[in-house]
């Protein structure tokens, strides 16, 4: 998948994903909050853009959809500050982290690794990007999650227990960054399952609105 900023072509190869990062979302499945934040990856043909249908997974039977920010960094490199993270992104756009829940909660009793119920192709859908600037506010974003026209998710960047900054910085701590990495910063409550045929829409006021159909 190619996506465009400012009129440059990226394919982004690395999607880092956070998982409880929204207070509400953490107690809703019944989990401790983080001390610090819980991060996976998926590859790069998880990413479904907007318009296209998402293959609907067969190995487990509970999806759930998950409406997050979607950051895009910009340039290579390791942040040595939170201050200085900033400086790396590139854009910000929407998206989806689809999961498998009953999936999920067999490998958590395993305590095995969530790949088979977070990283399966089409797992992450994702709108197109705006450029970002240090006009914007990370911390004053919202977005919204809509299944079949119901609404079923607010967001509100300020809710994260950790915010893009901090993300940014300790991701770059272990991995270098490179331009086209994506990070999905984490859901708000609200995440329940998907059916065949289901349309989701992701929309805010700053990014306008994303459509996919499970097919």
């Known amino acids: 998948m190619k996506l465009k900023v400012r009129e440059k072509e990226i394919v982004p190869e690395r999607v880092f994903c956070i998982g409880m990062n929204y207070a509400e979302h953490v107690k809703e499945l019944g989990n401790a909050l983080p001390e610090s934040p819980v991060i996976f ?3 790069g043909s998880c ?3 907007a318009g296209e249908k998402v293959p609907f997974p067969s190995h487990g039977e509970d999806l759930h959809y998950e409406a997050e920010l979607v950051v895009l960094i910009g340039r290579e490199g390791r942040p040595q500050s939170e201050g200085e993270a900033m ?18 909660r067999g490998l958590r009793k395993k305590g095995h690794p969530w790949e088979v119920a977070k990283a399966f192709d089409g797992s992450a859908p994702v709108g197109s990007f705006i450029p970002f600037d240090n006009s914007i506010d990370l911390a004053g974003l919202t977005f919204r999650c809509l299944v079949n026209g119901e609404l079923r998710q607010e967001g509100k960047t300020a809710d994260m227990i950790f915010p893009v900054e901090r993300l940014i910085y300790e991701i770059g701590k272990v991995w270098l960054l490179k331009e086209g990495d994506l990070i999905y910063t984490g859901t708000p409550c609200g995440v329940a399952s998907l059916n065949e045929g289901d349309v989701i829409n992701v929309e805010g006021e700053m990014f ?8």
Not at 87 to 104: A, H, M, P, Y
Not at 208 to 215: E, L, Q
Request: hydrophobic share 45%; no cysteine.
């Open 41 to 43: 990856m998926k590859p």
């Open 47 to 49: 990413l479904v853009p």
């Open 87 to 104: 400086d790396f992104i590139g854009g910000l756009s929407l998206g989806l982290d689809l999961t498998l829940r009953d999936v999920q």
């Open 208 to 215: 306008g609105a994303f459509s996919w159909t499970m097919g």
